[in-house]
């Protein structure tokens, strides 16, 4: 699927920072600390990106976390305070489960899916990560998963509709799971 590319200059992007790790190499003469870092940076208004950064330094890495993160921005469609439909992706070994819910509920999610969804402006929102609970992976995994989401409009055009005809073709089918 080909994305349109997203300039973050014109975007008043928010950052925060997930995890911060230490990592250490053995050379001859002892060690040699660096950091790694995983940012995540968003509007709130549907635009929201994820990146690594390495250094030795922690604000090296988090700065260059930062650059990843504003190189990697996409649209999240959002209907309300919440997403479109289900989503159920897998990045590694982590698996995770995106499902919308109704206004009121708040954002139910773990430790890597909360920031995603909060910078992208996902008010109201049910998860679970499965498999492995690596943050990287976890964080990876949501992206994927708001990368995959597609709008009632987009879908529509892709099938030669209008949403309303398409609203109404789901209706037909599962009534109690129409979103207006």
Do not use: C, W
């Not at 989503?87 to 995603?116: E, H, N, Q």
């Amino acid at each position: 699927m080909v994305r349109n590319r997203i300039n973050p200059e014109t975007l008043d992007l928010e950052e925060r920072v997930v995890q911060i790790n230490r990592v250490s190499k053995v050379v001859k003469g002892g060690r040699r600390f660096g950091f790694s870092t995983v940012v995540v940076v968003g509007d709130g208004k549907g635009h929201v990106g994820i990146g690594m950064g390495k250094a030795s330094e922690v604000p090296d890495a988090i700065r260059k976390g930062i650059e990843a993160a504003k190189r990697n921005v996409i649209f999240v469609p959002i209907v309300n305070t919440t997403i479109p439909h289900d989503v159920v992706t897998t990045y590694s070994s982590s698996k995770v489960m995106l499902r919308p819910a109704t206004p009121g509920t708040g954002v139910i999610a773990g430790r890597g899916m909360r920031p995603v969804l909060e910078a992208a402006g996902i008010k109201d929102i049910l998860t679970k990560a499965y498999g492995s609970n690596n943050p990287v992976n976890v964080v990876k995994a949501t992206f994927q998963a708001l990368s995959e989401m597609v709008s009632l409009e987009e879908m529509a055009k892709r099938r030669d509709m209008t949403p309303r005809e398409l609203r109404l073709r789901v209706a037909r089918r599962a009534p109690e799971q129409v979103v207006s």
